[in-house]
């Protein structure tokens, strides 16, 4: 077990699964939304822009994770 392998996702897999829920899941996380408020008898602006401010927060929250530290060098690299 000791040649320094750190549990949970590489940082090449995190990196690649942050490329999928940028351009796959985060447009279609967008479409829902506005689906599901476009369901609903139209509130006040600033109430709609509230629960869009909310949500655009809220979906990222679970990939927390998976974001963190994906824009810096690869610290595998050893370099």
């Known amino acids: 077990m000791g040649e320094g392998k750190k ?3 590489s940082y090449k897999a995190r990196r ?3 490329l999928v829920i940028l ?4 447009p279609l996380y967008i479409v ?3 689906t599901v408020l476009n369901l609903l008898e139209r509130p006040p602006i600033w109430l709609e822009l ?4 909310g ?4 979906w990222a929250l679970p990939f927390k994770y ?3 530290g994906v824009g810096q060098a690869d610290p595998d690299d050893g370099g």
């Open 50 to 53: 509230l629960v869009y401010i």
């Open 66 to 68: 998976v974001f963190r």
């Open 23 to 26: 351009l796959v899941g985060l």
């Open 16 to 18: 690649r699964w942050s």
């Open 32 to 34: 829902a939304v506005v």
């Open 55 to 58: 949500l655009g927060i809220l």
């Open 7 to 9: 549990p949970g996702l």
